[in-house]
Nanobody, 120 residues
Framework: QVQLVESGGGLVQPGDSLRLSCAAS????????VAWYRQAPGQERELVATIAQGGITNYYGSAKGRFTISKDNAKPTVYLQMNSLKPEDTAIYLC??????????????WGQGTQVTVSS
């Protein structure tokens, strides 16, 4: 089995920072491309940032210039550093990863999400 577990969410004030983590565990061969999404109540799931297996990063929407995605292959964990947080960043943040397993090949996995609330 493979698990993705997000952590690091919480309640912060506008302008604050948070660092989210997405830790992969279980029996797998390789962690491929990883993406952070977010979903606010009543809204569509939105892509926030991606990091390719080779390390290339991309950012989408309001994440550009404020968020930084990175990874530690040794752990293996992907991070989302979020700076200058705004109330509109309030959402559940979810991690999605392509993971290679013996006998299964590459498959997409989702974590359960971590809540980020930005409010004064």
């Amino acid at each position: 089995q493979v698990q993705l577990v997000e952590s690091g969410g919480g309640l912060v004030q506008p302008g604050d920072s948070l660092r989210l983590s997405c830790a992969a565990s279980g029996n797998f061969v390789r962690l491929g491309d990883v993406a952070w999404y977010r979903q606010a109540p009543g809204q569509e799931r939105e892509l926030v940032a991606t990091i390719a297996q080779g390390g290339i990063t991309n950012y989408y929407g309001s994440a550009k210039g404020r968020f930084t995605i990175s990874k530690d292959n040794a752990k293996p964990t992907v991070y989302l550093q979020m700076n200058s947080l705004k109330p509109e960043d309030t959402a559940i943040y979810l991690c999605n990863a392509r993971i290679s397993r013996i006998g299964v090949g590459w498959k997409d996995y989702w974590g359960q999400g971590t809540q980020v609330t930005v409010s004064s």
